[in-house]
């Protein structure tokens, strides 16, 4: 008799179990249902994309995107939408830039370059000097200032193209365009030229954010990107003629800091308000492509959330919350302040999770968290593999995230196919005739799923 009831209370937790299990699936599959057939994601981007364009911090195009992204939110019918004030860089690139290789009196060569965001200009008459080649900051101390005064120095190491992570190779050499003009003035450097951050060979110079550090503006001097192609051309011609000569000349310009804003909306929680759940992208881009894939692309993905949750219905238990956070991409201010208004309001986050990583097809996501919390999400992976989604590690998130890291708090990175995106990054590729529209829509899908689980279960 005791084996028969035991046996009675196994079926029924079963039977509990599985059509616990049914209707969450049946919950998940609504939404990828909706967000391939109803999004509004794809017809957003196009609008911030060609209609707005690039949308780098300070600019008219970042305050008419903050405009528009605060009327589509109020169209949801969100509970809230405000602007989050915060002071922003204001660097303008000016007229395009010019380069090109001499290799001799009267023979030259153009090359294709870009100026790196926050670097100061060339002189009216720009800069033609001796270029030295190096691939690390410790090959640089070893040169000295003795052959480094007065010459361009060119760095010249590549991303690492056996690495499977892209982003992985992005992290080994970044550096050099972030602190290559620093450290090259150190030693008396005219100017630094930096191998653009792209696993192609092609003729688009990557732009991207630099730091002079302490270095006083007296001692500042002038960094570019300059594309693959003609980094492995220069590279070829110095090997033959160390003493050929490169012309640079650029008129970009950094200003004082100027106002702009976070977008926020929210759906409050119908159990547990006070609890918030973020999704979020950053609403800047640079200015050489529209900003499609870095990050536009996260930025419609996060508003489709919440574009889900409230088109199907779902009252959240938690407080639904969309960030899009102004500069990213030269400063993190909008980070910093909505993390000081956190820290301030004494605001609890269970979940914090962010898309910037391109629209391409979304794999998994990285989670910052506890191993306890960790081992919770695990446990959800099957509910994901029906859409080919596997890929979920811990370490890591994303750049707008990362400062509301606390014990509580689990952060998470939303994780596309990563193989093409430094083709487009920070360059005039980041089109949106590069995004394809399902692969848009199943990484806005994949968010909600992510949240919705969370929503439902937490992580306790």
């Not at 057939?37 to 911030?48: A, F, P, Q």
């Not at 200003?255 to 977008?263: A, G, R, T």
Request: with cysteine.
């Amino acid at each position: 008799m005791k084996n028969i009831v035991f046996l009675i209370i196994c079926l029924f937790c079963l039977f509990s179990y599985g059509q616990t299990k049914s209707e969450i699936e049946e919950r998940l599959s609504n939404i990828y249902d909706f967000a391939l057939t109803e999004s509004k994601s794809y017809n957003w981007l196009d609008h911030l994309s060609n209609d707005i364009g690039g949308r780098l911090s300070g600019s008219l195009n970042a305050e008419r995107a903050v405009l528009w992204a605060k009327e589509e939110l109020k169209g949801l019918d969100l509970d809230s939408v405000w602007l989050q004030p915060v002071m922003v860089p204001k660097w303008v690139r000016g007229t395009y830039e010019y380069a090109n290789i001499e290799s001799s009196p009267g023979n030259t060569i153009n090359v294709n370059i870009c100026a790196l965001g926050g670097s100061i200009a060339t002189p009216s008459s720009g800069i033609r000097a001796n270029v030295i080649e190096v691939k690390s900051f410790e090959e640089l101390a070893e040169l000295g200032k003795e052959k480094i005064k007065g010459k361009i120095v060119f760095f010249n190491r590549p991303m690492q193209a056996n690495l499977i992570s892209t982003f992985q190779a992005y992290s080994g050499c970044v550096n050099q365009r972030y602190n290559g003009a620093e450290m090259a003035a150190k030693y008396g450097a005219a100017a630094v030229l930096v191998r653009s951050m792209n696993l192609r060979l092609d003729d688009y110079p990557h732009t991207g954010v630099m730091s002079y550090g302490n270095l006083p503006i007296k001692r500042r001097i002038p960094a570019a990107a300059i594309s693959t192609n003609d980094a492995q051309l220069l590279s070829s011609m110095i090997a033959l003629n160390p003493k050929l000569r490169f012309f640079l000349k650029q008129n970009c310009k950094n200003y004082p800091d100027v106002k702009s804003y976070n977008v926020i909306g929210e759906i409050k929680g119908s159990e547990n308000p006070e609890k918030i759940i973020l999704v979020g992208g950053h609403l800047d881009s640079w200015d050489l492509g529209d900003g499609a894939h870095d990050d536009g692309a996260g930025v419609v993905q996060s508003m489709e959330v919440l574009n889900i949750f409230k088109s199907l219905k779902f009252r959240p238990k938690n407080t639904l919350r969309v960030v899009l956070f102004m500069n990213e991409e030269n400063g993190g201010r909008g980070a910093a302040a909505y993390a000081k208004r956190t820290e301030k309001l004494k605001e609890e986050h269970v979940l914090a999770v962010e898309s910037d990583a391109g629209g391409f097809s979304p794999r998994g996501f990285s989670f910052d968290c506890n191993d306890d919390y960790f081992n919770k999400i695990l446990t959800w992976k099957d509910y994901f593999e029906p859409y080919l989604i596997h890929y979920f590690k811990k370490g890591g998130s994303a750049a707008d995230v990362a400062p509301l890291k606390n014990d509580k708090t689990v952060l998470a990175g939303l994780r596309p196919d990563s193989q093409r995106y430094f083709d487009h990054h920070h360059s005039e590729m980041d089109t949106f005739d590069a995004i394809n529209k399902r692969e848009l829509e199943l990484g806005g899908a994949t968010m909600a799923a992510l949240v919705y689980l969370t929503d439902q279960f937490g992580f306790e």
